[in-house]
């Protein structure tokens, strides 16, 4: 399987995350991709390749113009207004509240975000553009012919919405892969989404849609974020009714629930009859994730990755979340090769 990689990610490296009422070090860190990297490498998974700069057209498929531009020049006026600090909003608009983007950066921080830990810095938005040309050069190969694919992305993007960030997520690479192969000529396109956390941008953008399935095993939004996306009754609206499936999982939830689970969402997927399926793939289901509360062993992914092989469709996948650092590459290549070896 070959993987595109992009060095760029690493000008995303800001020095803060809100948690726990603290700024912390961010739990997604460069290291992570490093690790992935050194595991695909070490595993000989495959090939390792350099996207393509596509520029904004792709992005521009599924997300807000206004939106990208707003990305796009954040930093920039952050500084420009004096602060000292890393750009993070401080007000949203919630219930009863005007939905006007404002003119002031730090109204349109908390106009844009879905969530208040992400802080924005210096290069976020060209290592959010370079994750989103690794989504699409990959994407590219899976409708070129090959079975399968590795966009080795990050920042990650499945919390990003059609013009919402947060959640560690700018730009929602799995989407705009997923849109990338409908143009390509893919009638319908499956999305399955493994991370441990519920893709409320990726749910967003095509809730309306019936030539996207969106399937998400996820920590139930009563006790995970993001809190307000991903309870089971969110099935999809308009033309995309039935097209939309949420399965919440329980605080604690082990491989023997998780994988019924999982050959529930993969029957759905055969139903759709997709061309063609995208796979979400957070590794933060596994037990020692420090933000998560599933509990996946490393030999998990192994199986699961077979599961998915055996699916036999045309398969990119897209990194997510997975904040283990030191055992992120081995739980997120070990699903590759589980689904190599089905
Ligand atoms: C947990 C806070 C979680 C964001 C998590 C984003 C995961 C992206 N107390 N904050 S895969
Ligand atoms: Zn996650």
Redesign the pocket.
Known sequence: MITVFSEDHHLRNVRTEL?GGELVSPHECPERAQMVLDRVRSTGLGEVIAPTKAGLEAVLRVHDRQFVEFLAAAWPEWVAAGHRGEAIPDCWPARRMSQRCPTSITGKLGYYAM?G?TSIGAGTWEAAQAAADVAVSAAGIVSAGARSAFALCRP?GH?AARDLYG???FLNNAAIAAQYLRDRGAARVAILDV?F?HGNGTQDIFYERADVLYLSLHGDPRDA?PYFSGYADEVGSGAGHGYNGNFPLPVGCDFATWRTVLEEALARVQAFRADALVVSL?V?TFAQDP?SFFRLQSADFTSYGRMIGAAALPTLFVF??GYAVAEVGINTVNVLAGFEDA
Request: negative net charge.
């Open positions: 948690y969530a830990e990650p919390h959640g560690y997520c991370d956390h974020f957070g933060d933000i997510e979340g």
